[in-house]
């Protein structure tokens, strides 16, 4: 598949097969996130992997919806924000920015392995903290559902045009 295939064929997929993902897939994935580009390259981020049964079932409350459990595998992508980069003009904290990427990248490299992923960033953090005893100074920025999807066909795309969303030059 070349790259524009894969960013057409990627969709939030929210219904799944009752089917594992192999560990190798799992870490293409994982290893697709590390590969991110981050801001001075901190990599300012952990990869939180919940794909064992009793502890996939602990998260039902943290985002309550039929088809996040049918998910194999969540990836909850966590920032640092120990480790961000903050911009010197403004103090901007970095961290969501690298994080996104990462997710991005995790949800494309997905694509080429066959399986499909949702964003989540709906869930009732606090709980998600819980869960994973994670450390005050870590975010829970998305939980990434992944699996095989239970549908091969991308719905159509709803997207602003080009022409909406381009500026040329200036505004
Ligand atoms: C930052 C972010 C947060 C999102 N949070 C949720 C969410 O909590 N629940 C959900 O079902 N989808 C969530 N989504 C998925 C979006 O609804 C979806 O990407 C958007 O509608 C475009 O559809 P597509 O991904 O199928 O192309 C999120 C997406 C992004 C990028």
Redesign the pocket.
Known sequence: MTLQEIIEK???V?SYLDKPVEEEKLLKVLNAGRLAPSAVNFQPWKFVVVKDSENKKAFESV?H?DWFNQAPVYIIICADHTQSWKRAADEKDHADIDA?IAIDHMTLMAIELGLGT??????YTDQCREKLNMPEHMEPV?ILSLGYPANETT?N??RKSLDDVVIWESF
């Open positions: 990627r969709y939030s929210r985002y919806r996104a949702c964003w989540v960033c709906n869930f998305a719905p795309k709803k």
